[in-house]
């Protein structure tokens, strides 16, 4: 249960709003194949960082693997193809009705976040969406997520959700000073988080400190 009510809350885009398990996988697989190690078989929990993930898979060359990562994803995923995740909609609506501040942060190339965000009609939901380029550093740095605050005269408190599901997600809300919430089944090392696992949950988590707003 929330302390307080929320005043804004942030969300990360894939695999939280959306489904991006297959391109993820699909990238994992680009990457294995560019990297001259395609026998390898390999898959990313959320609670390993994407550093720490090619660190463990390239050592030294994980920098290149992580360019490589990056754009298989900024360049191969058909709009068409893009999945929000169930609950998404219905949810967005509900929080919309509170005046409550929303916005995405993504290390997903800020142009073409913006053009998924569009392609699936949920722009207007949010005062602010911000992607890798849009500040000088990405998640798990604080200020893609201090930049999406700041033209809302919101500071950064326990009163910020920043909603993901991975360990880079929960650094950059704690970087920050804002509160992290879990999208998927708690983290290893990292349980006394708030998590939820569908959309349905989350509204029940913060519907009984907004719903008196």
């Keep these: ?49 994407r550093k720490e993930f090619l660190v463990n898979l390239f050592g030294d060359g994980w920098q290149e693997a992580g360019a490589i990562y990056q754009q298989y994803l900024d360049q191969q ?11 998404v909609v219905e949810m967005l ?18 142009n073409n976040l913006r053009e998924e965000v569009a392609y699936l009609g949920l722009s207007h939901y949010f005062k602010k969406v911000v992607g890798s380029g849009d500040t000088p550093e990405d998640k798990p740095s604080p200020l893609p997520l201090l930049f999406a605050l700041e033209d809302s005269n919101i500071k950064p408190s326990n009163e910020v ?37 569908n959309f349905n949950q989350f509204m029940l988590l913060v519907m009984p400190n907004i719903g008196g707003k």
């Design 77 to 87: 995923s058909p709009l068409k193809d893009l999945s929000l995740n169930p609950g």
């Design 161 to 197: 959700l920043f909603v993901g599901d991975s360990i880079t997600d929960v650094h950059c809300a704690q970087n920050a000073n804002c509160l992290p919430v879990v999208y998927g089944k708690p983290m290893l090392d990292y349980e006394d988080l708030l998590s939820f696992e």
């Design 93 to 110: 609506r509900n929080l919309t009705q509170y005046n409550l501040y929303l916005a995405i942060v993504s290390n997903k190339d800020g």
């Design 1 to 49: 249960m929330l302390e307080k009510i929320p005043k804004a809350i942030v969300f990360d885009w894939d695999n939280t709003l959306i489904d991006s398990q297959q391109s993820v996988s699909a990238a994992i697989n680009h990457t294995l194949k560019q990297m001259g190690s395609d026998n390898l078989q390999a898959s990313r929990h959320n609670y390993v960082s």
